[in-house]
């Protein structure tokens, strides 16, 4: 097989070769429109580069989490058009996976066109732990193809057929896509240029708990917001009314709390926070108030850090060399609890360096919230990809690719 570390250069000339392309194409629908495109858009410039080089590109995706069958509510169909849209090409849409109207559909793609295949988990043979039933399904796939380009990032985390035995069964190398995202990733774990300022918030302490492990010894500041941060002020000994806590996550946050000091990294919690006495609903108008974060009623549910508080972070921040985010401060879709998130998303269009929104939630809130993507450094496509790979485990979707 291509050395990877080269990229799709090095599958040779690819005019006339078929392609199949994994990308990740996992947005969210609201029925059949997308209210969130930035996968789609990340994906664009790898298929676009292949159809340039005459190759016919064959794109697989999955969509949601379809129980192993056919399932209306997570077709691909509306990514096929807006796929088309951002190409400025059409793009031929395959009913299913691996069957008659996929082997069709490439049957009649032209060098440089563009077809994308039906929802790829609406076969149970993509998921399965059995080794036998997703190499099975595999082959099916190979079959579509010459040579196989992983692109997408959001998913190398998973032993699944189109991500990691596809691999195993044709020539493959790494998209543009998911080499960028490595050697970003690479750059915040290998000998990254301080100050090194790690944001995280969302909800559990649980999510986060590997990354903070393999970055505590790592970064120079942690500055801890979002719903997991009340399992932090309860390890303090504060009280947190109703916030989000985990309890079984106190102990482990002491720890943290003492490794961090004896290692001289500095974690910065909020000194306020903005709480309401109900979670936000259509229902109800948002009732925010601003208290110590020592000091949250009992009656009350800590939904945002508060004002000085993110201004504490945003001059955390100022001097950062390298950062990485992952993580909501608060309830961002909320606007009277969105001041945080916007607070570290702005601080971080000022960093003098390496800047990287970690995907998933932050990169939805950077979005919603109004910011030019260009003005970070990176934003990632793939919120578990990246938080597994600063954990430091082997992502099977990137291993197979090195590993040739």
């Known amino acids: 097989m291509a050395d990877p570390t080269a990229g799709i250069e090095s599958l040779g000339d690819l005019t006339g070769k078929r392609v199949l392309v994994r990308s990740d194409l996992n947005v969210p629908l609201d029925g059949t429109t997308i209210a969130d495109d930035g996968r789609i858009r990340a994906s664009v410039p790898t298929i676009r580069q292949l159809s340039e080089a005459g190759a016919r590109v064959v794109v697989t995706a999955h969509l949601g989490r379809p129980k192993g069958e056919p399932d209306p509510a997570y077709s691909l169909e509306p990514v096929a058009a807006r796929l088309s849209e951002l190409l400025g090409r059409p793009v031929a849409f395959a009913t299913d996976t691996v069957g008659a109207s996929a082997s069709e559909t490439v049957a009649g793609l032209q060098d440089g066109d563009v077809a994308l295949l039906e929802n790829v988990r609406f076969n149970d043979g993509e998921t399965s732990k059995d080794d036998e039933v997703r190499g099975a399904f595999a082959d099916q796939l190979a079959q579509l193809a010459d040579a196989f380009v992983s692109d997408g990032f959001g998913v190398v985390h998973r032993k699944q057929a189109s991500v990691y035995d596809v691999a195993l069964r044709l020539p493959s190398a790494m998209g543009g896509l998911v080499a960028a995202e490595v050697d970003v990733l690479r750059r915040l774990t290998e000998e990254p240029e301080r100050p090194y300022v790690v944001v995280l918030g969302g909800s559990k302490v649980s999510d986060k708990l590997g990354v903070i492990d393999n970055l505590i010894d790592k970064a120079d500041k942690l500055l801890i917001g979002g719903g997991m941060v009340f399992t932090f002020l309860k390890a303090q000994g504060h009280e947190v009314g109703k916030s989000l806590l985990e309890a079984d996550q106190l102990d482990t946050c002491t720890r943290y709390l003492r490794e961090a000091a004896d290692r001289g990294v500095e974690i910065v919690l909020p000194t306020d926070v903005v709480v309401d006495t109900a979670f936000p609903s259509g229902d109800r108008e948002p009732q925010p108030s601003v208290v110590p974060a020592s000091e949250i009623p009992a009656d009350a549910l800590g939904l945002d850090i508060g004002p000085e508080s993110a201004a504490a972070f945003a001059a955390a921040l100022s001097d950062a060399r390298t950062v990485f985010w992952n993580g ?68 099977p979707g990137i291993a197979v690719l090195e590993r040739g």
Not at 354 to 363: I, K, N, Q, R, T
Not at 380 to 392: D, I, K, W
Request: charged share 20%; hydrophobic share 45%.
């Open 328 to 395: 909501p401060m608060g309830v961002f879709e909320t606007d009277a609890f969105a001041g945080g998130t916007r607070a570290v998303a702005e601080a971080l269009t000022k960093v003098d360096g390496l800047s990287v929104v970690g995907g998933g939630d932050s990169a939805a809130a950077v979005r919603q919230l109004g910011f030019d993507e260009a003005a970070f450094g990176h934003i990632s496509t793939g919120g578990g990809a990246s938080l597994e790979f600063l954990e430091g485990k082997e992502l």
